[in-house]
């Protein structure tokens, strides 16, 4: 009898232990989330001008060889960062690994993009993606059939453009 119940008191302390740490945790990661976003992948290089406006990272991830002709990396746009307008000869596919996003294709709306999404952008397509103003955004990018290019920079998107969301 009495080791029953010695073994159900420390049941209880450990379910009550566990609860505890569960909620040290969630407030460790509600503070540290707020201001910067769940990075997988090491940062990478700073964008230049040439083909960013505002602050963005890339970090290439998988390179093409001759036998996986595709290109994957990961792109980390500070709020407001956002690419050129630009296409790519074979198209691209974009996963959204946190954060919020902007992805448009021109002539059309601006798309909103959240944590999880996955976007296929037709080859030749002129568009740009990038972070919203108030969020930045982790994007995982991959381009098949690199043997037809990889990607035609144009010009930045203009604050007009962007502001239109
Ligand atoms: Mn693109």
């Known amino acids: 009898m009495r ?3 010695t073994l159900g008191v420390s049941l209880l302390l450990l379910i009550v232990q566990s609860c505890n740490t569960k909620t040290k945790t969630k407030q460790k990661n509600t503070e540290s989330d707020k201001n910067e976003l769940n990075s997988i992948f090491p940062k990478g290089e700073k964008g230049t001008e040439e083909w960013f406006t505002g602050d963005a990272y890339y970090i290439s991830l998988v390179k093409a060889d001759s036998i996986h002709s595709t ?3 990961n792109v980390y746009f500070e709020p407001s960062g956002r690419s050129h307008w ?3 000869p074979s198209g691209q596919i974009l996963i ?3 954060g919020i996003g902007y992805h ?3 002539g059309q709306e601006i798309e909103v993009l959240k944590k999880g999404d996955v976007v296929k952008c037709p080859p030749n397509v002129k568009h740009w993606h990038g972070a919203s103003p108030d969020e930045g955004l982790q994007q995982l990018y ?3 059939n690199t043997e037809r290019g990889i990607v035609e920079w144009m010009e930045p ?3 007009e453009v ?3 969301k």
Do not use: C, R
Request: glycine share 4%; no cysteine; proline share 4%.
């Open 86 to 88: 630009h296409s790519h």
């Open 96 to 98: 959204i690994t946190d």
């Open 71 to 73: 290109l994957v990396g």
């Open 104 to 106: 448009q294709i021109e």
């Open 3 to 5: 080791t029953i119940i």
């Open 157 to 159: 998107v203009t604050d």
């Open 162 to 164: 962007y502001n239109s």
């Open 142 to 144: 991959i381009i098949p």
